[in-house]
């Protein structure tokens, strides 16, 4: 079922698939995976292979019956573009995501490339926003030329984990970024300038900007308990997003 979402960035998240496999730095430390882990250990339904990649269809209805508008991250547990998801389901996915115009459904993948030649001949519902991860230069940035591509009324960017600094960024076309640390006792430290980097690029391309959250480190580069991550960046929070409003 739709479960509600400690993300600050959404509402709600709806796993018509679950599982994944690693395809870059930023899926080293997956916390998808670990939590896959501990729900098959705890017999949660639709858990049994863990974190191996499991098409859902019995979920697929869940946003139908929820009439007040939500905000759904799409497979918050899994990627809709992995190459075992076929075609044929992920247009399923769509088909619901049309049927319900009272939500807003985030859609974020690290395989870009598919998800512009899924695209390529189709049309993107109003209310579907979709993002891709950029961790780093090696594997995130050619992803938003990617994205680029895809016809949506929303695009985003969710940096996170920041892994390092990405340099010089061409955000046209960009509408809304995501930034956080990555979390976990593993988690990887990431530097306030990396942060302020982008952020100062976000405002002077006009692009909304959200800070996520420090992670495993602080500001200062220290450790941190889970509970003492913290989202204070310059001396305060940032939420910008764009405006949700649902279709009539």
Same mark, same amino acid.
């Given at each position: 079922?739709?479960?509600?979402?400690?993300?600050?960035?959404?509402?709600?998240?709806?796993?018509?698939?679950?599982?994944?496999?690693?395809?870059?730095?930023?899926?080293?430390?997956?916390?998808?995976?670990?939590?896959?882990?501990?729900?098959?250990?705890?017999?949660?339904?639709?858990?049994?292979?863990?974190?191996?990649?499991?098409?859902?269809?019995?979920?697929?209805?869940?946003?139908?019956?929820?009439?007040?508008?939500?905000?759904?991250?799409?497979?918050?547990?899994?990627?809709?573009?992995?190459?075992?998801?076929?075609?044929?389901?992920?247009?399923?996915?769509?088909?619901?995501?049309?049927?319900?115009?009272?939500?807003?459904?985030?859609?974020?993948?690290?395989?870009?490339?598919?998800?512009?030649?899924?695209?390529?001949?189709?049309?993107?519902?109003?209310?579907?926003?979709?993002? @891709?991860? *950029?961790?780093?230069?090696?594997?995130?940035? $050619? #992803?938003?030329?990617?994205?680029?591509? +895809? =016809?949506?009324?929303?695009?985003?960017?969710?940096?996170?984990?920041?892994?390092?600094?990405?340099?010089?960024?061409?955000?046209?076309?960009?509408?809304? @970024?995501? *930034?956080?640390?990555?979390?976990?006792?593993? $988690? #990887?430290?990431?530097?306030?300038?990396? +942060? =302020?980097?982008?952020?100062?690029?976000?405002?002077?391309?006009?692009?909304?900007?959200?800070?996520?959250?420090?992670?495993?480190?602080?500001?200062?580069?220290?450790?941190?308990?889970?509970?003492?991550?913290?989202?204070?960046?310059?001396?305060?929070?940032?939420?910008?997003?764009?405006?949700?409003?649902?279709?009539?």
């Amino acid at each position: 079922m739709s479960q509600t979402s400690r993300i600050e960035w959404t509402e709600a998240t709806w796993n018509p698939t679950v599982g994944c496999s690693k395809i870059s730095a930023g899926c080293k430390h997956c916390y998808a995976e670990a939590m896959a882990k501990r729900l098959k250990a705890m017999g949660t339904p639709g858990y049994e292979n863990g974190f191996q990649l499991t098409l859902l269809p019995n979920r697929l209805s869940e946003p139908i019956n929820r009439k007040k508008p939500a905000v759904y991250f799409v497979n918050s547990m899994s990627d809709l573009f992995h190459k075992k998801v076929s075609d044929t389901y992920i247009e399923q996915v769509f088909d619901v995501i049309e049927r319900c115009p009272q939500h807003t459904f985030q859609i974020l993948t690290k395989r870009a490339e598919r998800l512009a030649s899924y695209f390529r001949p189709r049309t993107v519902p109003s209310n579907a926003w979709i993002g @891709v991860t *950029v961790e780093d230069k090696l594997s995130g940035l $050619a #992803r938003i030329d990617c994205l680029r591509k +895809v =016809e949506a009324r929303i695009r985003f960017l969710s940096i996170e984990p920041l892994l390092e600094d990405l340099g010089k960024l061409n955000l046209d076309g960009i509408h809304w @970024v995501i *930034v956080g640390g990555e979390s976990g006792p593993k $988690a #990887r430290p990431m530097k306030v300038e990396w +942060v =302020e980097n982008i952020r100062q690029q976000c405002e002077a391309q006009k692009v909304q900007f959200f800070f996520k959250q420090w992670g495993g480190w602080g500001a200062d580069g220290k450790r941190r308990s889970k509970k003492a991550n913290g989202r204070l960046l310059a001396g305060r929070t940032w939420d910008d997003m764009p405006a949700v409003s649902a279709l009539p």
